[in-house]
């Protein structure tokens, strides 16, 4: 607002070709609203430097743990700005929009076989909508069985949208500890869970970026109440291509198209959660899904689901983010998507034995994709927490990871590095790490200062609650 | 085509760092029983020329907004996007960054995001918005669930009126939330005597509704609050420039789908769930929302806010479990509404209206095509009852280069929604009733 002007103004419109029409007056809006009066050119400016302010993907690495931060191709870009796509109409009908049919039924094809599913949806458009839909998926799978059960459980690990969806989705959550490798515990398991108990949602690797050793167990003692397993697709960056959902007696699976399939973040969304499910559980699917025409090979949209659990989106999803993900798929193909894991994996090792010296892994198992690393002990030593650090990497040329997650973990530092990392940048986030706990010691002031470097310094998060100011 | 960046070198050197010998140990810890055995059965990968090839086909296959005069609208419209938007809210420090998890970094997206809450305060009239939802139907669901909070207030009722596919979205999230939404009955294309008893927690209307038409707004948004339930109003955020917005029209909670603010039509997605509301709410408001601090020197800066609402937080107590939003058409939204400010608003809903109004009448010239409710007033949108199957009408029409609108389910399948937004021409208007009459005859 403090560059508008009255009078200034940047849009222009041809002259009005048909004449006024009325409209009645009681609906009429008197006061015009406080928008911005500005020329075109101060807009530019105003959100160029908004932009030079912000760090993203293409400014450097960006290890936030289970947020798969990879680079996002511009071919990526390029596509998904086809006017076949992008200037599609939802509402056309199918025999004029083949084209993007065809890419929705190839991409739910190409997910299935990723992850070991049968079916699946395209139409949520977030991860934990995903989640969301999984859960109603498992409720009127129950409720076809007699009763919709009472509980979910979820690992006391799990990232917050999990429980969050077990109880829009009508549950409560049932929480399972971990044992000392900071994996579920499967005798308590097997012991917390009974026929009240709907299914179990895990992540797999799990938020420590380990892997459930025991997952065949684990879904077996589910199962074995009658209770269905939820696949939380966030690290399926680390097994692309090596073990699938499926394969691990998972019966629904959500991917997060932002992370596992590079589609950009876009500063806190669009993302796809797509979600993929057991032969069984199709027929609870959302309508409307793509079908092929056996005779013809025509597309069409489909709502002959009677059992569907509904519609989970306006229309058919975030069809200009899917465009995207079908880009990077085929673009690997299977050979390269299990690349990617084994790289995923490999830049999270190599980075983890960099640091561990100084920042202990939090549990002794080898990591996949990301690895939790505790500040704990440097805490201890010098009073200097992770936030502290993670202040200081700024400072330092560096985004942080994640800090203060998994809670299960003492000043957890959730690193994920992505594949599409150099050696060198590992080696210059590390050291960065590693001089930061040095200047903890004997520079302290340093990292009680920071960030120095960043357009603002820190900023009074609890002011902002206390004194709300949500708009200009 | 490959991302990742590594040599056999590198590969080697890495391992050997970790003290291994192969990439497959690092997977040792997987069971055999559960490795997949074979490569995944998906064609090869292809270079970056293939894949465009590839995607080119597609697309090519599909008809379009930039090849038919679009006259299709309910819920998705092909308002102008001016080239500023993409220009700006396109740059990669805006779509490759994440949610703001570390502020120093992320002063671009938290003050983009801070402006346009404002906007969306402006442009309603209400107190408080958030940084975005998915889409409109699912603004809607979340609008509920922050209604539904007073004891012993359950029902929802909804006006027929409302857009089929938002009634449809509201029923699955109904399921998991404990009701089932209620549908009470337009009269002649608008307005209903919703009965509000005590155990009703909120009435939602959509003005302009369904069929383009202007609902008795303050008169049904009364009759909730003289039942003591709460009044949700599903906006159009183009009709603003001319219509009442909803904080006037005492609407407690409003949400529209936010795809016609610089957005693009993309086969319905990504689009934006827009919500506002009073400050009272705040508290029980889902998502993201971004307030105004001070750093350590006193400079004014952004932050997330309010976060013990969140999932990341609040776990099975926040308010939603949205994570991911939209935040990226947010910022397209508000680079679209500074373009436009407050005249060209105003100029834009004035050109809808006018357009609209004189398409109605060319069409309704032709013999057989009425108005499905004559006399009612609409802004941009609005329904005829052809003398023949809408969708056949409709399909013609796309042999001769148009996208005559969208059939409705009404009318016994003669009813079609035409949508005249200011890019249409009074020439591509007379064109369409030259080809429909052409059609029908």
């Known amino acids: 607002m403090d560059l508008s002007h009255p009078g200034r103004r940047a849009y222009s419109h041809p002259a009005l070709d048909v004449p006024a029409a009325e409209l009645p007056d009681e609906l009429v809006r008197r006061d015009p609203p406080g928008l911005p009066e500005v020329a075109e050119r101060d807009i530019v400016s105003h959100y160029t430097r908004l932009a030079q302010m ?59 076989e990723i992850t070991g599913m049968a079916r699946a949806t395209l139409q949520p458009p977030a991860g934990a909508c995903g989640e969301l839909t999984g859960l109603l998926i498992m409720r009127a799978h129950h409720v076809k069985q007699g009763s919709p059960r009472k509980r979910i459980a979820i690992p006391d690990s799990s990232h917050g949208t999990n429980p969050a969806s077990v109880r829009l989705a009508g549950y409560e959550a049932l929480h399972i500890p971990s044992d000392s490798r900071g994996l579920v515990d499967v005798s ?24 459930e050793e025991e997952i065949e167990k684990i879904t077996s003692v589910v199962h074995g109440v009658g209770g269905l397993v939820y696949y939380d697709g966030a690290n399926l960056n680390a097994i692309l ?56 090979g025509a597309f069409h949209l489909s709502a002959d689901r009677p059992h569907s659990i509904g519609r989970m989106h306006g229309f058919h999803g975030n069809f200009g983010v899917l465009v995207r993900a079908y880009a990077y798929v085929f673009l690997h193909g299977g050979e390269g998507l299990r690349a990617v894991g084994e790289r995923a994996v490999l830049n999270a090792n190599y980075l983890a034995e960099l640091v561990k010296g100084t920042f202990p892994l939090a549990y002794p198992g080898r990591p996949m994709h990301e690895f939790v690393a505790t500040a704990k002990a440097l805490k201890e030593e010098t009073g200097i927490r992770a936030m502290d650090v993670a202040k200081r990497l700024i400072d330092l040329g560096y985004h942080p990871s994640t800090v203060y997650f998994p809670l299960v973990v003492e000043e957890a530092m959730m690193v994920e590095p992505t594949e599409t990392e150099t050696m060198e940048t590992l080696d210059g986030l590390a050291a960065a790490m590693l001089q930061a706990a040095e200047e ?11 960030p120095v470097t960043a357009p603002v310094r820190r900023l009074d998060e609890a002011r902002a609650a206390r004194h709300l100011r949500l708009r200009w | ?86 220009a700006l809210a396109g740059r990669s420090e805006f779509y490759t960054s994440y949610t703001p998890y570390q502020p120093e970094l992320s002063q671009g997206v938290l003050q983009a995001l801070f402006e346009y809450q404002s906007m969306i305060c402006e442009l309603t009239g209400l107190e408080v918005s958030n940084a975005s ?50 549908v009470f009955a337009a009269e002649d294309g608008r307005g209903g005597r919703p009965e509000v008893g005590p155990d009703v927690a909120a009435v939602v209307v959509q003005h302009p509704n369904r069929f383009g038409i202007l609902e008795p707004a303050r008169e049904l948004f009364g009759a909730a609050h003289a039942g003591g339930a709460r009044a949700i109003q599903v906006f159009d955020p183009l009709s603003l420039g001319i219509l009442a917005p909803p904080g006037e029209l005492r609407a407690d909670i409003a949400v ?186």
């Open chain 2, 256 to 441: 529209a789908e936010g795809q016609v603010l610089g957005n693009h039509l993309s086969f319905g997605g990504p689009y934006l769930g827009i919500i506002a509301t009073r400050l009272d709410d705040v508290r029980r408001l889902p998502g993201r929302i971004v307030g105004e601090t001070v750093d350590v020197d006193g400079k004014v800066g952004f932050v997330l806010t309010l976060q013990a609402r969140e999932q990341h937080i609040r776990r099975e107590r926040a308010t939603s479990n949205i994570c991911t939003n939209q935040t990226l058409m947010a910022i397209a939204a508000t680079v679209y509404l500074s373009w436009l400010g407050p005249q060209g608003l105003a100029e834009l809903g004035r050109q809808c209206a006018a357009k609209a109004s004189y398409a109605a009448g060319r069409l309704t010239e032709i013999l057989g095509v009425d108005l499905l409710f004559p006399g009612a007033p609409f802004f941009k949108e609005f329904a005829l009852r052809l003398p023949g199957p809408a969708e056949e009408v409709r399909d013609a029409l796309i042999q001769r280069g148009f996208l005559a609108g969208v059939p409705l389910p009404d009318a016994d399948g003669r009813g079609l929604l035409v949508a005249v937004t200011e890019r249409r021409t009074k020439a591509q208007i007379d064109a369409l009733a030259g080809a429909m009459r052409a059609v029908l005859a």
């Open chain 1, 241 to 296: 291509g090596r073990c699938r959902p499926g394969n691990m007696g998972f019966d629904i699976v959500h991917i997060n198209t932002h992370k596992t399939f590079a589609t950009p973040h876009g500063g806190g969304g669009p993302g796809a959660g797509p979600v993929g499910v057991t032969e069984d559980l199709v027929p609870y699917l959302p309508v409307p899904s793509v079908e092929r025409d056996e005779m013809t």
């Open chain 1, 54 to 112: 912000n760090y993203g993907v293409d400014t450097g690495v960006y290890p936030l743990g289970s947020c798969s931060m990879k680079y996002n191709p511009k071919v990526a870009e390029a596509v998904a700005a086809l006017p076949g796509f992008q200037r599609a109409h939802p509402h056309q009908p199918d025999h004029t929009v083949q084209g993007a049919l065809e890419l929705l039924w190839r991409l739910e094809r190409a997910l299935c």
């Open chain 1, 188 to 211: 308590a398991l097997e012991k917390l869970v009974d026929e009240d108990v709907a299914g179990l949602m895990l992540t797999n690797p799990n938020t420590l970026g380990l892997f």
């Open chain 2, 133 to 182: 939802l998915y889409d409109g139907a699912t603004a809607l669901g979340e609008a509920v669930n922050l209604a539904r909070s007073a004891p012993g207030r359950d029902r929802v009722l909804v006006s027929s009126a409302v857009d089929p596919r938002y009634v449809d979205t509201l029923r699955t999230y109904g399921r998991g939330a404990g009701y089932e939404p209620e």
């Open chain 1, 440 to 450: 903890a010691r004997t520079e302290p002031d340093l990292l009680h200062r920071a």
């Open chain 2, 1 to 86: 085509m490959r991302f990742a960046p590594h040599t056999d070198d590198d590969v080697r050197e890495m391992l050997a760092r970790c003290g291994l010998d192969s990439l497959d140990q690092l997977f040792d810890q997987i069971p055999p029983s559960v490795r997949l055995d074979r490569p995944l059965d998906l064609p090869d990968g292809v270079s970056e020329m293939e894949i465009l090839d590839d995607m080119r086909r597609l697309s090519a296959l599909d008809r379009s907004a930039d090849d038919l005069v679009c006259f299709a609208g309910a819920g998705a419209y092909d308002h102008y996007v001016p080239s500023v938007v993409w």
